[in-house]
């Protein structure tokens, strides 16, 4: 008579009793967690077969960034921010958190503030987006960065092309805001460094000039 754990063990071990084994899964498992994801399926060698192991490749990508149009080969998981940044090298957005918490990547996007952190790159295509590098014209500042200059808005300067993206948008969208506005306009990005009074300074200081 056969001991349980002993009926158990041979059950696990034994690919004939389930097709994979347990055993056979773990390791194919393992291999597919090392093999990297590239395109098209590739087999690998496991408990002796030839597994398939599949993963988004790179694809085709297309993107409309500060008037100019942008291509590269992709993976569908990569961030707008990690295209951006590695691919196009327009490193103003700044990866922080990376989890669409301090707003340090903030970009426009058909107009509209986002995360470039939490939007993939695959979603983005062919949509206008708007970055920091493009606010500076011909050598000289956009009101908004001149305002953040004047009123000392920024210190270490890692939250400030998204403060100042966030702000510009906003002032399209309230130019005559009062400060409960301002507040609440900007509460999607945050400064470590507190420097919330010379933003709202800055805005405010915009917003007089723009009357």
Request: charged content about 20%; aromatic content about 4%.
């Amino acid at each position: 008579m056969h001991n349980d754990d002993e009926t158990l063990k041979d059950a696990s071990d034994d690919s004939e009793h389930g097709g994979v084994s347990r055993r056979d899964f773990l390791k194919i498992s393992g291999i597919s967690v090392a093999v990297p994801l590239v395109a098209g399926p590739k087999t690998v060698m496991a408990a002796g077969q030839e597994v398939p192991v599949h993963g988004p490749g790179k694809v085709p990508m297309e993107f409309a960034i500060n008037g100019k149009s942008y291509k590269a080969n992709l993976e569908p998981r990569v961030t707008l921010l990690d295209a951006l940044r590695d691919q196009f090298e327009l490193t103003g957005a700044k990866r922080v958190c990376d989890r669409a918490e301090c707003g340090a990547c903030t970009v426009l996007m058909d107009g509209k503030t986002v995360y470039a952190c939490s939007v993939l790159a695959i979603e983005a295509q062919h949509k206008p987006i708007t970055t920091i590098e493009s606010l500076m014209q011909v050598g000289n500042l956009h009101p908004v960065q001149q305002a953040f200059v004047e009123n000392d808005a920024s210190q270490c300067g890692f939250c400030t092309p998204g403060f100042v993206v966030s702000c510009k948008a906003f002032l399209e969208q309230h130019p005559h805001p009062t400060p409960e506005d301002i507040r609440r306009g900007l509460s999607g990005n945050l400064c470590r460094c507190g420097t919330y009074e010379g933003i709202r300074k800055a805005i405010a200081q915009v917003a007089q000039k723009g009357a």
